[in-house]
């Protein structure tokens, strides 16, 4: 079936770092790849988002790059701040399937000052 | 406010009460999503309807769970005999259209816990 398996948390870092959370996910046909972010005590948001192979999403520094050959979707960003702690959750939705959203089950983001 | 609201924010109840949690979807959105979190987990698909039309439920849907939504708009979710395994994050979510472009907004989710 399809299934989203992203890396374990909690993930520390220091301000300023590098950030990469691996997702990889199994799925038959070409899905739309999503990365989700939750903030203390708020609702889920969508974070950025890509539809085909090879395309990127980006938002709010983060990128990520729809690898259909890897069937990974990786999240980075250059420089971490303290607003950036979270947990991220990655997810995968078909067209086809009225597009209910399927999640990895998320990795918890914590950077010090 | 304009976004997804749900109703209420936490509810503490005893093995075998009913319970029922309402959504109030965005205004113009017609698709209407409910979903499961449990702690430490991902969110996980319970149902959906476009309008008022229930079509499709997962299998985490047990008989004991019914979702309605009566006129297209808002939607209520009801777990009869609750048990404690049911305690969890209940999610909604509402979109404007399927597709590529569709985007699922979420509301801030029921907290239930079942002592």
């Known amino acids: 079936g399809n299934s989203v398996t992203q890396m374990e948390g909690p993930v520390t870092l220091s301000e300023e770092a590098f950030l990469t959370i691996n997702c990889t996910y199994t799925a038959t046909g070409y899905p739309s790849l999503f990365w989700y972010v939750q903030y203390p005590g708020e609702g889920l948001q969508l974070l950025l988002k890509a539809t085909k192979a090879d395309d990127k999403g980006s938002n709010k520094g983060f990128e990520a790059t729809y690898r259909k050959e890897t069937t990974s979707f990786h999240l980075e960003k250059g420089s971490v701040q303290v607003s950036d702690s979270a947990v991220y959750f990655c997810?995968?939705?078909?067209?086809?399937?009225?597009?209910?959203?399927?999640f990895g089950s998320g990795t918890r983001l914590s950077i010090r000052p | 406010d304009t976004g997804v609201s749900q109703d209420p924010r936490h509810k503490i109840t005893k093995r075998g009460q009913n319970v029922t949690f309402r959504c109030d979807p965005i205004?113009?959105?017609?698709?209407l999503y409910w979903y499961r979190q449990t702690l430490g987990q991902g969110p996980e698909f319970l149902t959906y309807?476009?309008?008022?039309?229930?079509?499709?439920k997962s299998r985490l849907l047990s008989d004991r769970f019914s979702a309605e939504r009566p006129k297209g708009s808002f939607s209520t979710l009801e777990i009869q005999r609750t048990e404690q395994g049911d305690s969890a994050m209940y999610l909604c979510?509402?979109?404007?259209?399927?597709?590529?472009?569709?985007?699922?907004?979420f509301g801030p989710g029921t907290r239930l816990t079942v002592l």
């Open positions: 979510a509402s979109s404007l259209r399927q597709g590529a472009n569709n985007e699922q907004f």
């Open positions: 997810a995968l939705s078909y067209y086809s399937s009225a597009s209910k959203i399927i």
């Open positions: 205004s113009e959105h017609n698709r």
């Open positions: 309807f476009q309008n008022e039309a229930q079509l499709e």
